[in-house]
């Protein structure tokens, strides 16, 4: 698999060896062992799938402590725009974000460590979204940043008419006003 690193330190873009043939393609989506030669330890407890229709926009999310999650992302059919947004107090990437187009067509994945926001906006028709989780959900440890926010200037590549936001993703707090994650002591 090839690794690509992003401007967020941590986060990587993950693409997988694919073999294809007239009958289809094959691909390891996961191997621990080859994870885990590029630094990726994590031990995942759950997995999560969403199917969504073009202009939904889910986000910006993550969990606080001791919930916090790291991810694994993919689409599996259609296109989504994946943003990711580093949270880390004190870090020198901190409220600074990178947009990943993932699709069933790039097979990349996208690997986001903890102490980031996540999010997608689905580009497609329609889009199938897998996510690897490090930690279980918690619903009291959930937490968001409005996805509009300005001092982000996320361009979700959606016109916002077309947007399909949940009513809890359009209640989330401005960026200027979370709480920045810490690594657990």
Not at 79 to 95: A, E, M, N
Not at 127 to 149: H, L, P, Q, T
Request: charged share 25%; glycine share 6%; with cysteine.
């Amino acid at each position: 698999m090839n690794i690509i690193e992003t401007e967020l330190p941590g986060v990587r873009i993950i693409e997988p060896k694919v073999f294809g043939d007239a009958r289809g393609y094959f691909f390891e989506s996961w191997n621990q062992a080859a994870f885990e030669a590029v630094g990726i330890t994590n031990e995942w407890l759950q997995d999560n799938e969403s199917k969504s229709c073009f202009g939904v926009l889910r986000g910006l999310h993550y969990q606080a402590a001791p919930y916090t999650q790291a991810k694994i992302v993919r689409a599996t059919v259609g296109t989504v725009l994946d943003v990711v947004v580093d949270i880390r107090k004190g870090s020198p990437t901190y409220g600074r974000h990178v947009a990943i187009e993932l699709s069933a067509d790039n097979k990349r994945m996208l690997y986001i460590p903890r102490g980031f926001a996540h999010g997608f906006a689905v580009l497609s028709d329609e889009a199938i979204f897998v996510y690897k989780c490090d930690n279980v959900y918690n619903r009291s440890s959930e937490r968001g940043i409005m996805f509009n926010d300005p001092d982000l200037a996320i361009d979700w590549r959606i016109p916002s008419e077309k947007m399909l936001l949940s009513e809890k993703d359009k209640r989330h707090p401005a960026f200027a006003d979370i709480t920045p994650w810490e690594e657990a002591r």
